[in-house]
């Protein structure tokens, strides 16, 4: 599985980003996918999950209300829709696969460490 970002650049605070994220051998069903960002000098973070199967969504609280994550099955595309973006959101900007598992209620769907697959990043920066 190979995973490629796309969609990140620079907005002014306020505006809107769409990213986007699809690749080889990506498959939605059962599995849990994360958007995560990492901004200079911080640890990764996770914001917004989503379970295929049930398509159950999950936000951090930083980005709920701000973000949308969702999928197109057909496209095999992952999307994570950025409104009103502030300059405490630039960072880059990854997805990242847990195959064949349920993302859960609890913390752990943000723990790195459980995720298989991840691309290579897209830049975000809010000015």
């Known amino acids: 599985v190979q995973l490629v970002e796309s969609g990140g650049g620079s907005v002014q605070a306020g505006g809107s980003l769409r990213l986007s994220c699809s690749g080889s051998?990506?498959?939605?069903?059962?599995?849990?996918v994360t958007w995560f960002r990492q901004a200079p000098g911080k640890e990764r973070e996770g914001i917004a999950a989503i379970f295929s199967g049930g398509h159950n969504t999950f936000y951090a609280d930083s980005v709920k209300g701000r973000f949308t994550i969702s999928h197109d099955d057909a496209k095999r595309t992952l999307y994570l829709q950025m409104n009103n973006l502030k300059p405490e959101d630039t960072a880059m900007y990854y997805c990242?696969?847990?195959?064949?598992?349920?993302?859960?209620?609890?913390?752990?769907?943000?723990?790195?460490?459980?995720?298989?697959?991840w691309g290579q990043g897209t830049q975000v920066t809010v000015s």
């Open positions: 990242a696969q847990d195959p064949g598992r349920f993302c859960g209620f609890g913390q752990d769907k943000w723990r790195t460490g459980r995720y298989m697959y």
């Open positions: 051998g990506y498959h939605f069903i059962n599995n849990c």
